[in-house]
């Protein structure tokens, strides 16, 4: 069952265009964003909405553990078309199709792509006379690069309007839809990137899928940390469920524990001075390179680039801030809080601006209540691995129907 969607009203006033035009024409949707964020939900409405409108839907989706097998996509995809399909095709192409797709013995000869892409474009190009064609993949980023090949080739040698609808996450490689980029006429690939979620559907989010919401502010705290990203979202509030209470104001969400957990192996593969350098940039929240500079016996570019090859923090212009929020909780939630008060006494050290500098310099003193005194032990970048203090808790949120 396609599960209800909520919000998303352009994405799927765009998917309707789509629709329109692949009757006429080559068009196209890429839905890309991180994990979580929604784009297969959106696919799997579109790939629903093409069938109610009597497309013919060729559909596949690749996992990551089959981004290595040999046109494990193209045989998922052909598997929708009709029984006898491959039956109009030229003999060779047939054969060398039905050897990729392992519906033929090999017979000790490797299958030829050229002929396999041949006959995948003439089989779509019938398909497509047909009845109106969407050919739809989620999670491009996983596509075998031996399907990938042939469908670019097909869909580009088509000949005959039809439908392309496919999701990838942000920051993947983009080979199969620059292809089409390339070829295709202007405009016809339509780029959606799929943003955060907006408020009020992740009340209802909460309402559907658990059964209750939050407060206003407590809603507003969630989307700040999720980034508005549906699953993170969700997990955050069936934390907040398991935890019985909400932190006080100004103290953090809890993490669930296995996303904590993603997001803990994923900072613990850095480089030491990088994962101090992130403790400044996580007090920061948003901090600039002279600011680290100054605050830093080391270079700060040098120290995050390995953070920034692997995707935690974007340091390209003078600014350094995580590219999402869960990174920056994760390292909090991870950092000591003798570690925290180094990091906002030498952000304090750094800062120019007198406010920030006023700031930093309050939370950088002892006794501040969600701290505890620092031990011995813990001078910087030997601290303990979490933070032991907890602040009182409030009672449970209030519960909207
Ligand atoms: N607009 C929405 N309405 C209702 N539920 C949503 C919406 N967007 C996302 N969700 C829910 O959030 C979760 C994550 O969504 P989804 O699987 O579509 O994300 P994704 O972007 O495809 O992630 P990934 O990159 O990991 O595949 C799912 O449980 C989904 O049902
Ligand atoms: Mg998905």
Redesign the pocket.
């Known amino acids: 069952m396609v ?6 009203e352009s994405e799927l006033a765009a998917m309707d265009r789509l629709l329109e035009a692949a009757r006429r024409r080559p068009a196209g949707i890429l ?1 890309t ?12 409405a579109g790939v629903a909405a093409a069938q109610e409108a009597g497309f013919g839907v060729l559909r596949a989706q690749p996992a990551a553990e089959e981004a290595g097998w040999g046109f494990a996509t193209l045989a998922e995809l052909l598997d929708a078309a009709p029984a006898g399909a491959l039956g109009g095709l030229p003999g060779p192409q047939r054969l060398a199709l039905e050897i990729a797709l392992l519906r033929a013995d090999p017979a000790g000869v490797a299958p030829d792509q050229r002929a396999i892409a041949l006959a995948t474009a003439s089989l779509l190009r019938a398909l497509a006379q047909e009845r109106p064609l969407l050919v739809a993949v ?2 491009l980023q996983w596509l075998d690069p031996a399907t990938a090949s042939v469908l670019a080739f097909a869909l580009r040698r088509l000949g005959a309007p039809f439908g392309l609808l496919a ?1 990838q ?1 942000s920051g993947a490689q983009q080979a199969l839809t620059l292809g089409l980029e390339k070829s295709w006429p202007e405009g016809s690939l339509e780029r959606l990137t ?1 943003g955060p ?1 907006t408020l009020g ?1 992740l009340h ?2 909460f309402v ?2 658990l059964g209750f919401s939050f407060q206003h502010l407590t809603l507003v705290r969630i989307r700040e940390l999720s980034g508005g ?3 993170y ?2 997990e955050i509030a069936r934390e907040l469920r398991r935890a019985g209470s909400l932190p006080a104001t100004g103290d953090p969400l809890p993490l669930p524990e296995t996303l904590g957990e993603l997001l803990r192996v994923r900072l613990e593969r850095l480089p030491a001075a990088t994962r101090q350098t992130l403790i400044l940039v996580a007090a920061a929240g948003v901090t600039t390179k002279a600011t680290l500079a100054a605050a830093l016996a080391v270079d700060p570019v040098v120290a995050l680039d390995p953070a920034s090859r692997a995707g935690i923090v974007d340091a390209t212009g003078g600014l350094v801030r995580f590219r999402h929020p869960l990174l920056a909780s994760a390292v909090l939630a991870d950092a000591g809080e003798a570690e925290l008060r180094e990091a906002h006494r030498r952000l304090a050290d750094g800062s120019t601006n007198p406010e920030a500098r006023a700031r930093h310099l309050g939370l950088a003193a002892p006794g501040r209540r969600w701290m505890q005194p620092a031990s011995p032990r813990t001078g910087w970048g030997s601290g303990p691995r979490r933070s032991s203090a907890r602040a009182p808790c409030r009672t449970w949120p209030t519960i909207r129907s």
């Not at 599960?3 to 998303?8: E, Y």
């Not at 964003?33 to 799997?44: A, D, I, Q, R, V």
């Open positions: 599960p209800a969607i909520l919000g998303r839905l964003g991180e994990p979580g964020m929604g784009k297969t939900t959106l696919w799997s989620d999670d999701t996450r799929v979620l559907a209802r989010l559907e899928r990203n549906a699953f979202a969700l």
